[in-house]
């Protein structure tokens, strides 16, 4: 039906034919390009072109506009074979009009619609199905009967015969009973394939998160090393500016101190020199009283008899004090260098806090581990926890977390305990004995606070801080590639204490040792307060 009012839709309203090369008016209305020419060409004589459908005029002959959609339609619908026409099956008892089938009949080989279907034998030989153009295909192939079981063994749809006569010893089901088997499996299989997908969401909203935060901390460390670089080049072109300056400076205070002494010294020379020509005049005259009684031959002395070499030495000595700039001043100008170099290596620290917890299998029994993993309190009260090869026989943890590459830091701060020590090591280090104490050994490394007295430890030797720690704080920073430890005083600004250099072999891991009060780790999930890394 929807067939035959689409082909009315294909007749051209003049020939009340099939379009022939279909062509649109500006009014939307379509005709066959022979027939709206004979009309225009009609119309040609009163000089009034109008639309035959919609009588809609124009001043001037309208030009044809090729529909070539119209135009594939009508081909796709004419030239198709009417069996890939129809979208459905049909009722065969329906001979009036073809009204669509609901049902087929596998036994009648018959399409029903609705009402036809209610009249039909309900005999369980006659198979009901979803209406199918080929009915051939629901039967088997060897002897033309209804597919009515399904064999387990073969995995084959099978007809009444077959399960007489090949498949007689195989197990077999009814095809719905053995369909509603495979879709309960191809259900599990499909549940299963919805959780792996959500699975694949999860890791893949996972991995864009990590990877947004990865391009987060790159910019981030890209925008603090352009401008650690723009500092370093403007300390740099200061300190540049300052040293030519200073060298400027002394060079013309050179200059003029020399220019003095060169304008003295030829005013000394110009003296002398007409000295000697006195002299000479008076040793070339012949009359010996003439040259006894010259009224200037008393000044005429000897040049070492007026102190000549005491004016020399002073000269000498202005000229030896001058030869050389003041490079001291210069040189404590360029050592301010070092201090930016220092600071451009303890700006490299400038990152996130690592978020290190503390090893609860690891603590003496006599340590308190606070619930968020932070905080080692002394008690002296045994917490009975098991005995176990990983469990330090002294007052000390070590965090669960271990570095094997990159740089990292994380700060603590003690609550005022007389005896403590704080570092990295090795998870190989001995858990017994005197030897396991932090820094005791070669698999650690430590600070190390005792009666207000502090020093760095490592295999048993010791360096003694000069200096006391007057705050709280200190600071681990850790360079894994570089073989690094440093230790800070967290003060504004932040003071370098120490550095142990080394070849790292295993994870480091953090390490506390509190005889007394508390050690706290800030950082992480504890605030802390920033301050200027910058010495």
Request: net charge negative.
């Amino acid at each position: 039906m929807a067939s035959a009012d689409l082909r009315e839709e294909l007749d051209c309203s003049i020939c009340l034919s099939t379009y022939t090369d279909p062509v649109m008016l500006r009014c939307g209305h379509n005709f066959c390009r022979v027939c709206i020419g004979r009309v225009l060409d009609t119309q040609d004589e009163s000089g009034v072109y109008s639309c035959p459908d919609c009588r809609e005029e124009f001043q001037e002959r309208p030009a044809l506009m090729r529909n070539i959609a119209l135009r594939k339609v009508m081909e796709k619908l004419l030239f198709t074979p009417p069996t890939q026409m129809e979208n459905g099956v049909f009722c065969i008892y329906c001979v009036d009009s073809p009204v669509p089938a609901v049902r087929s009949c596998l036994h009648c080989e018959a399409f029903l619609c609705d009402k036809h279907l209610r009249v039909h034998s309900k005999s369980p030989k006659h198979v009901l199905s979803d209406p199918s153009t080929s009915l051939e295909k629901r039967k088997c192939s060897v002897h033309k009967k209804i597919l009515e079981y399904y064999c387990t063994e073969d995995a084959a749809c099978i007809c009444v015969y077959c399960s007489a006569g090949e498949h007689r010893e195989h197990r077999v089901e009814m095809l719905n009973e053995a369909s509603q088997k495979k879709k309960k499996k191809l259900r599990n299989v499909l549940q299963k394939l919805i959780t792996k997908t959500n699975d694949i969401d999860e890791k893949v909203q996972s991995l864009e998160k990590h990877r947004r935060k990865a391009q987060e901390q790159a910019a981030g460390e890209a925008e603090r090393v352009t401008a650690l670089c723009t500092d370093i080049r403007r300390r740099v072109d200061d300190l540049e500016k300052k040293v030519l300056s200073e060298i400027s400076r002394q060079e013309k205070e050179e200059s003029l101190s020399l220019s003095a002494l060169i304008h003295q010294l030829e005013i000394k020379k110009d003296e002398l020199s007409r000295k000697m020509r006195h002299i000479e005049e008076l040793c070339n005259m012949t009359d010996p009283l003439t040259v006894l009684q010259h009224p200037h031959t008393g000044d005429l002395c000897d040049p070492e008899e007026e102190g000549g070499d005491e004016d020399t030495g002073g000269h000498d000595k202005q000229l030896h004090d001058g030869d050389d700039l003041d490079v001291a001043v210069i040189s404590h100008t360029l050592h301010t260098l070092c201090e930016v170099i220092s600071g451009i290596r303890s700006g490299i620290y400038v990152v996130s806090p690592a978020d290190i917890l503390l090893d609860v299998t690891t603590a003496h029994n006599n340590l308190h581990i606070s619930d968020d993993l932070k905080t080692a309190t002394w008690l002296g009260e045994n917490q009975k926890r098991p005995k176990t090869a990983a469990r330090f026989q002294d007052n000390q943890v070590m965090s669960r977390r271990g570095f094997t590459s990159g740089r990292h830091y994380w700060d603590v701060e003690d609550s005022g305990a007389v005896v403590w020590r704080v570092g990295m090591c090795y998870p190989s280090m001995d858990r017994r004995g005197r030897q396991s104490l932090l820094g005791n050994n070669n698999k650690s490394w430590g600070l190390e606070s005792y009666d207000n007295k502090y020093s760095f430890i490592h295999d048993s030797e010791e360096i003694l801080l000069p200096d006391e720690i007057s705050s709280d704080g200190v600071r681990i920073c850790l360079d894994y590639e570089a073989g690094q430890l440093s230790f800070y005083e967290l003060c504004d600004p932040i003071r370098h204490l120490h550095t142990f250099t080394a070849t790292f072999s295993e994870p480091l891991h953090a390490a506390l040792y509190v005889s007394n009060h508390s050690i706290t780790i800030l950082g992480g999930s504890r605030n802390w307060k920033k301050r200027s890394f910058m010495i």
